[in-house]
């Protein structure tokens, strides 16, 4: 899959500058057609702009911000940013 180099390098930007990881996935989701908009495309955007494991981000899918209903905003920066913040 071909990932949009110019959107990763926002996505890193915007993450040391704090923005939560549903303004990230906004990003994501302003940047690509909606038809191709999925749960597997945030996933590979995250492990590929900021070098994580699927293990690290597995929980992204059930985040509010994605439809999932299982994870609110708070919850997940909070499993999410640990490893983000990590590996820089």
Do not use: T
């Not at 492990?47 to 209903?69: T, V």
């Amino acid at each position: 899959m071909n990932l949009n180099e110019e959107l990763l390098e926002l996505l890193r930007e915007q993450a040391k500058k704090g923005k939560k990881i549903n303004f990230l996935i906004k990003l994501i989701r302003d940047s690509v057609d909606s038809n191709d908009f999925n749960s597997f495309l945030v996933m590979n955007y995250f492990m590929q702009a900021y070098h994580l494991s699927f293990y690290q981000i597995k929980e992204l899918p059930g985040a509010f911000c994605m439809g999932g209903g299982v994870y609110s905003d708070e919850e997940i920066n909070a499993l999410i940013y640990p490893h983000i913040k990590k590996n820089w």
